[in-house]
């Protein structure tokens, strides 16, 4: 992959890590409104409550940003050897994305957060345009 998709993996990657900073200041009071902001649109609870406030959940959703980060800086930090890998390493990639995809949208339907599965869809589309724009998953 190069030129200009290679630039949109770069950036897509740096939005991966930067929703993970959103999501992790979501475990620090006087941080945490663009998270609360956010997780109220994905969802609301039964009572109508606040979504971060308790510790439990200011803890799932903190380390979940902190995953988050980590998945988008391994993914940026690992562009080049995917990219030398060829059609192989972007399976691989891909694959792996296709299982977060699948297991991060049951769990967001069935807990009431439907929403954020087609927060998820726009995430892949983003890494999909790329990578099939660029042919990156042909063989040699």
Not at 46 to 65: E, K, N
Not at 98 to 115: A, H, K, L
Not at 127 to 138: D, E, K, N, V, W
Request: proline share 4%; no cysteine.
């Amino acid at each position: 992959m190069t030129g200009i998709w290679k630039t949109w993996m770069t950036i897509w990657a740096s939005g991966v890590v930067a929703f993970g900073v959103l999501l992790a200041a979501a475990a620090f009071p006087g941080l945490d409104r663009p998270a609360q902001t956010l997780l109220t649109l994905f969802g609301s609870l039964p009572d109508g409550g606040a979504i971060l406030s308790d510790r439990a959940m200011r803890f799932g959703v903190g380390l979940m940003g902190a995953v988050t980060i980590g998945w988008g800086l391994t993914i940026a930090f690992l562009l080049p050897v995917i990219s030398a890998a060829g059609a192989r390493g972007w399976r691989a990639l891909t694959l792996a994305l296709i299982i977060w995809y699948v297991i991060d949208g049951i769990i967001s339907i069935t807990t009431g957060f439907g929403v954020n599965a087609v927060s998820n869809t726009a995430l892949a589309i983003a890494y999909f345009i790329p990578l099939m724009a660029s042919g990156a998953l042909r063989g040699a």
